[in-house]
């Protein structure tokens, strides 16, 4: 059993869901359960990592999928609704490094020189996401942000 977070009404409702048939429950309840952090369409093979703050970021090959221990059976279907309600994720860091990168739109990795040159931007720590060693690396490096 998973939770699974739909981000707006407009996904609940594409699923042909109904409100009478939703239950509130205790955190302490669903705390405990595990979350899907993995999902996909089911006509198209990329795999989408959905952050905590529930952005998404496609996975980028099979060697990454791996370094993370995933496997296809963690593996979610969503509709096209569902993957377009969820922003993407474009701030990355190695876990437990101390270095925030930009994801830009050319695939590279630019890395931001202090502090400042990221919140002046207006972005927040909440929109970053950890990635391991294999996926760091696998993004070329752009010029750095200062």
């Known amino acids: 059993v998973l939770k699974h977070w739909l981000p707006t009404a407009a996904v609940f409702l594409s699923y042909g869901f109904n409100w009478n048939n939703v239950r509130t429950v205790s955190p302490s309840a669903l705390d405990p359960v595990p979350r899907v952090k993995l999902v996909k ?3 198209d093979p990329t795999v989408y990592y959905i952050t905590e703050p529930g952005r998404k970021r496609a996975i980028p090959n099979q060697a990454i999928f791996q370094s993370y221990g995933n496997s296809f059976g963690e593996v979610f ?12 994720n474009t701030l990355i860091h190695l876990e437990r ?5 930009l994801l830009d739109s050319s695939g590279a990795k630019r890395w931001f020189t202090t502090w400042r040159a990221f919140t002046s931007r207006g972005y927040q720590w909440n929109d970053v996401a950890p990635v391991n060693q294999t996926e760091l690396d696998f993004y070329p490096t752009g010029s750095p942000i200062q």
């Open 77 to 88: 279907v969503v509709n096209q609704t569902e993957l377009d309600a969820y922003p993407p």
């Open 41 to 43: 369409l089911a006509n």
């Open 97 to 101: 490094g101390p270095k925030i990168y």
